[in-house]
């Protein structure tokens, strides 16, 4: 059924790795692992360290650094496939895979010699990044010229780091963190505002609330705080007063991850659908005989394999800007499978009838996870309004 335009022996042998992860190690355990009543104890290590041992953990880093090098078109295939077992063990993995493929680009190599590494040999190695705070959101995401609260004070050697970030994906598990503080008072957050390497333990910085979601809850999202935490000089990334430029750089292919993400969802909903229709019979025939059942499947079909083609044409054109990067493309494509996400959810639930509001169905956890993207890495509307200001600069 899930239409791919093109795909080589090389990423077919790596989607069936990934495929064979999801049904032998992540399906088993995502109903009970949702189910937890902490939300902390939705993420599991165990999956993690199944997944390094599959080489899933570490694949967008290049071989040097115990990698496959893979690009970010086969990155997206990866994040879709692990989301169809599970959003939440998709959105671990996404982060760091696209962590670690910025920090391969961004760190200088004294940085890259201290991180990646340990990163790479750690079978728990997770990575996170933390740019959101309560004050902060859509503000830097279009962005508003306000500073972030989160202040970075010159000190002798390094920085004086207060604040905090929340939402952050992976906030209570990573090892190491881009952080965004701001480094010069006055100034928007777009102009003053520098990106650290962060080190999980260093003194100053704890781990605050892991946030209650509605779903998704297999992802742990938390709160990172910051008390007189020292930072020094040599972790700052790039150029101090320039961490707005690191994100314009490297993040291309961010929201088309993200997309790719929400888009495995829709798949495992769809696949529900279809085989619902197969099965329950009203009207004297199977649902999938109906022709308004018949004819919603299929734009269910349309909607999934448009917003793929559109990620997949995002993560094409970052990889290869000279071919006609355009800057909407690192906007829209996550709005657009988000969308189509939400749709097929209260469809799909639709075609269930009362079963669908059933927990033991499955569609309930699912329709809560499809509403995670309506906000993660940016609001719908807010990414709207940032393509439209780069359509319309002039
Ligand atoms: C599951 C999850 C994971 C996340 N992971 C991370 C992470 O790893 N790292 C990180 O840094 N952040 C993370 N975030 C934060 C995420 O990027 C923000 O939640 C998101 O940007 C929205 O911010 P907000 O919720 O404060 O909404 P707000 O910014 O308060 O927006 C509220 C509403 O106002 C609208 N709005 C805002 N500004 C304007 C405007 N100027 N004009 C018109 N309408 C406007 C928005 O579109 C929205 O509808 C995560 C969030 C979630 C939910």
Redesign the pocket.
Known sequence: MEQIFFVSEEQRAILETVRRFVEQEVRPRAAQLDASPDPADGFSWELVEKAHELGIRTMTLSEKWGGLGTDSLTTAMVIEELAKGDIGVSVIFA?TLKIAQIMEKALSADQQARVLPKFSSDPRGML?????EPDT???Y??P?PAPFRTSAQKTSGGWIVNGM?H????GNRASFYLLFAQTEAGKPLAEGSTCFLLERGRPGFTIGRVHD?MG?RLAN?AELVFQDCFIPDENVVGQPGKGFPVLAQFFPQSNAYAGATILGVAVALHRKAVEWAQVRVQGGKPLIEHDGIRAQLAEMRMLIDASRSYIHRACWLADHQEHGWDKTLGALPKAMAAQAAWKIATWTMEIHGGHGYMKEFGIEKLVRDAA?FL?????N??LF?KAANFMFKD
């Not at 906000?375 to 609001?379: A, F, L």
Request: glycine letters at 6%; aromatic letters at 10%.
């Open positions: 982060q996170a990044i933390g740019i959101t959101a859509s503000n995401f279009l508003y970030k939402f952050i994906s992976n979601k998704e999202n995670a906000h993660s890495d940016g609001v509307r807010t309004l």
